[in-house]
């Protein structure tokens, strides 16, 4: 239900900005020019709101479609503004839109605080949570309904106590705010737990509960939930730990329960217990490894939600759920294990989520959806080639069934069987056609030789999405070209097709994906105004693309050697993605004047890029190379100016290359930012005019095993991060790394470089360093770990065979937080200048064979939380003084040979392993 997310700054408005979104909201136009009797009060409530969009937008909300000035004076003349704040700290304009709300929406808007904050929500399993508390009740139809709780979650929109998520349109959020208005009007009755509750309060009142614990040994922090028998709903949130005592134990005595939600918890058995919860509605066990339900499930006869999404490990469904005549959500979704739907599924005439229907055998036939009229949004039949008699598949109704908006028809990816009959195959997908509201269709594994005549006919006017995937015997496309709201196109292994129609016309398509169609020789459709993405996977006889894209945006050619042009007028393109074709297919690219992204993977012929005709493209910012086997280099000098635009440079595997630019003065875009190589094997050296790239902020060479030395001139002072790793030839860090020149480097990673690396004695590191790895360095090398660090944060010590104590003497760096030390063959202590790191929060100590001491006056205890020593064979005994270590929160020592003594653990321990 729930997705973090980052909480956002309540940015203060001017008076005019305020006013325009108050007007925005409470009239639907930027001013009050024509509502003048309104205008004198709308300033007037304007002012009340301070200048913040939130007060701003729920006023706007309150008064929307409000044209009675006595509506708005009520609102500026009300007491709310006056009010004292009572120590709750809630806005008085965001108190007075929740006072004007309606009953009903005032109950589903208190509900809402037990959601937590900086997190998005799912608005459907609201809505369900709504209708399990039975908030949703509709007098006219006289029965609950999610319709009516959709209508009450816009009617809270509107009024902007929800907003949608920027990230994920299905998605919403409340603002801190806003939850904080929910958590004071329902103080009483909902309540939301962070690991531990006070335990000098009172609970018996509280009726809704939510709560995440981080961890793992907690039950201690829930004993006050017992004290609760009148809760009404339970939701453990994602990724919580709990005590298994809470499912056996807590959970069957809540019996006033109607949700409860145990999702991500890592159990596999639900006890039978669960059977007695009388009252409950709504029951998720999404993303847990549970393999069966219990039988008494079918005792859960109120049961109207069971969600089982991504229970990976589910075997089957109880026979007896068939009797749960109230159930209308069942969520399957992701349910690999899952080999057959229950016995008389069809009972349940009041489903409305089926995402998933299996065909099995005997009792278990497609003829069992039927009567499961009420079906909405997704269902996915699999294993089709267990439908025996025709007829069934005609009885499934699907004509009927026009709640059904996405449609997947999919058999066994199985050809080989003797049991597979194209023939029968072909009359079972032309009984299966779906209602003409249906917007989606994939057709997977299909064995027959033609599609049905009712795939691509004009009736289906909502079709905005078809996917053809793995039907080997098809040849002949169907005439989609009849679909004419169509958006995306997708036909993958489709093995026999020779040609795409090219004369059907597409015209609201946008995206259009092909993939592994070998025999492909054709021309593609020309007609697509509105294409936006085009992906060709895997189709190497194929030599065209299509002429005229003047709305493509993203293009994306893998694996087809025999394509050598792109088409002209690119205008519009901004990622380009070419894998596995030859260079000439680069002639046009220049006309891609909107280019922003390339990239060029396995390209034959490739030499360097300006005699492949794209030094033009003057808006590049992002360009990636690899395994281009003939590479020499990238450009000439005198192509620099060409790339001004050029923020992101990656070369990866690339063996031939010598050198980045063909040139003396080696000059590399001056705009660059981040600069990645890996596994040039012939790189010898890096351009001269590195240093003069003032904007470069990361820098990355891994795996160039010919690579000597850095330009003489050093690296540029903007470098923030610098990585460093397997580069063998390597025989000294870079100037302005020594020496402590870079002001502004922050991590350096120097890892699987020569032992033999020259330090200066005296050598320092930039103190501006905040995360620090290093490996195979000599106790000269490491002596710069003594010299000023002071911002050092982490640090990493890794195969450094001369260190055999650590630190040696006292080690400057107050800030660090985490340490750790591993295949350090020699190390034998830990000394007592281990207590100058007083921020230490993280120490590991990894696979050092001879490490036996911890220091005599213990290890830094005042912050400390995670300690862990693995494969430590030497290791006899844990620090002293371990019971001091307050904070200690995680210990976990594995494969070494030391005792835990009795009473020598830390109080606040929340998890520790012994192995």
């Known amino acids: 239900m729930m997705g973090t997310t980052p909480a956002y700054p309540l940015k203060e408005l001017s008076y005019n900005e305020c006013l325009y979104v108050f007007a925005q909201h409470a009239l639907g136009t930027r001013s009050f020019d024509e509502h003048f009797e309104l205008k004198e009060m709308g300033e007037e409530i304007v002012k009340r709101c301070g200048g913040l969009p939130l007060a701003a937008k729920a006023l706007g909300g309150l008064l929307r479609g409000k044209r009675n000035p006595n509506a708005w004076k009520e609102v500026l003349k009300s007491e709310i503004w006056d009010l004292p704040d009572e120590k709750s700290n809630i806005l008085p304009a965001l108190r007075l839109s929740y006072l004007h709300l309606p009953p009903h929406l005032k109950r589903c808007f208190g509900y809402c605080a037990i959601l937590p904050k900086d997190r998005e929500f799912d608005r459907n399993k609201l809505v369900l949570l709504w209708m399990a508390e039975g908030f949703l009740y509709d007098p006219k139809k006289m029965e609950e309904t999610e319709g009516l709780g959709h209508q009450y979650f816009d009617d809270l929109l509107s009024r902007s106590f929800f907003q949608q998520s920027n990230d994920n349109k299905s998605y919403y959020i409340m603002h801190d705010l806003i939850i904080d208005l929910a958590r004071f009007v329902s103080r009483e009755t909902c309540l939301h737990m962070v690991d531990k509750l006070e335990s000098a309060k009172s609970y018996t009142k509280i009726r809704h509960l939510s709560f995440i614990l981080h961890d793992r040994n907690t039950f201690q922090s829930l004993q006050s939930f017992y004290e609760m028998k009148s809760l009404r709903t339970f939701l453990s949130l994602n990724y919580t730990y709990l005590s298994s005592k809470v499912v056996h134990d807590l959970v069957p005595k809540l019996q006033c329960l109607r949700a409860l939600s145990l999702t991500s918890y890592d159990f596999q058995v639900l006890p039978d217990s669960i059977g007695a919860l009388k009252h409950l509605r709504y029951l998720d066990l999404s993303y847990t490894p549970i393999k069966r339900l219990p039988n008494s499930v079918d005792k859960l006869f109120n049961l109207q939600t069971l969600m089982l999404r991504h229970c990976v490990e589910l075997i089957e469904l109880p026979r007896g759920i068939c009797n749960l005549l109230n159930l209308r959500y069942l969520d399957i979704t992701g349910t690999s294990s899952l080999q057959e739907m229950p016995p008389h599924i069809g009972n349940l005439t009041g489903l409305c989520m089926l995402p998933k229907f299996i065909v099995g055998k005997c009792n278990r036939r497609i003829t069992e959806l039927k009567k499961l009229s009420n079906l909405q949004g997704q269902l996915h039949i699999t294993s089709l080639e267990n439908v ?38 072909e009359q079972v997908l032309n009984s299966l056609r779906p209602h003409q509201s249906l917007s989606s269709l994939s057709i997977r594994s299909f064995g027959g030789r033609q599609f049905p005549l009712w795939l691509g006919d004009a009736s289906f006017t909502s079709m905005v999405q078809v996917e053809l995937s793995t039907c080997p015997q098809i040849t002949l496309l169907p005439p989609l070209g009849r679909l004419h709201l169509l958006k995306r196109l997708t036909i993958e292994r489709l093995t026999a097709v020779k040609e795409v129609d090219s004369v059907a016309k597409f015209p609201k398509l946008r995206e259009f994906r092909i993939r592994y169609c070998p025999k492909l020789v054709g021309k593609l459709p020309t007609s697509l105004p509105s294409l936006e993405e085009l992906s060709i996977f895997g189709c190497p006889r194929l030599v065209d693309l299509p002429k005229g894209l003047p709305s493509l945006k993203e293009l994306h050619v893998l694996n087809c050697p025999q394509l050598v042009d792109l088409p002209e007028g690119l205008q519009s393109l901004i990622t380009l993605s070419i894998i596995g074709s030859q260079e000439a297919v680069l002639r046009n690219v220049s006309y891609a004047t909107s280019l922003t992204t390339l990239e060029i993977a396995g390209m034959s012929g490739l030499v360097r890029l300006d005699e492949a005709k794209i030094k033009t493209l003057g808006a590049l910012q992002v360009l990636e190379i690899r395994n281009c086997g003939e590479l020499r280099y990238l450009w000439a000098d005198e192509t620099n100016s060409d790339y001004l635009s050029l923020k992101d440079l990656k070369i990866h595997q690339c063996n031939q290359l010598v050198s980045l630019v063909n040139g003396e003065e080696g000059l590399l875009p001056c705009n660059l930012e981040s600069l990645n190589i890996s596994q040039c094997r012939y790189l010898e050296e890096l351009p001269s005019g590195l240093s003069n790239l003032k904007s470069l902020q990361y820098l990355s060479i891994h795996s160039c095993a010919s ?17 460093i790793e397997i580069c063998r030839s390597l025989a000294f860090l870079p100037e302005g790394i020594i020496g402590g020149k870079m002001s502004h480097l922050e991590e350096l990673y120097y890892i699987g470089c020569p032992p033999s690396l020259r330090f200066s004695p005296n050598g320092r590191l930039p103190d501006s360093l905040k995360i620090l790895a290093v490996d195979y360095w000599t106790t000269q090398s490491l002596n710069s770990l003594y010299y000023g660090l002071s911002h050092l944060t982490q640090l990493r010590i890794d195969n450094c065979l001369e260190l055999e104590s650590f630190p040696e003497r006292e080690l400057p760096i107050p800030t660090l937080i985490s340490l750790k030390i591993s295949y350090c063959g020699r190390l034998r202590s830990l000394t007592n200048h281990m207590q100058d790191l007083q921020c230490l929060q993280s120490l590991q100590i990894c696979c050092c064979d001879q490490f036996e001491l911890f ?19 030497n290791l006899r005994s844990l620090p002293s003084q371990m019971q001091n270590l307050t904070s200690l929160r995680y210990l976990e020592i594995s494969n070494c040979r030391v005792s835990f003594p009795e009473g020598c653990l830390p109080p606040n321990l929340a998890e520790h392993s012994y192995v």
């Open 855 to 873: 220091p005599e006056m213990g290890l830094p205890n005042p912050k400390l939380v995670s300690l862990k020593i693995m494969f430590c064979e």
């Open 707 to 723: 690579l000597v030395s850095f330009p003489a001139r050093g690296l540029p002072d903007s470098l923030i991060t610098v990585n």
């Open 388 to 425: 025996v008699d025709i007829g069934d598949a005609d009885s499934a109704n699907l004509k009927h069934k026009l709640g059904v908006t996405e449609l997947v028809l999919q058999w066994t990816n199985e050809f080989s069987s003797v049991f597979r009959n194209s023939s029968d195959e």
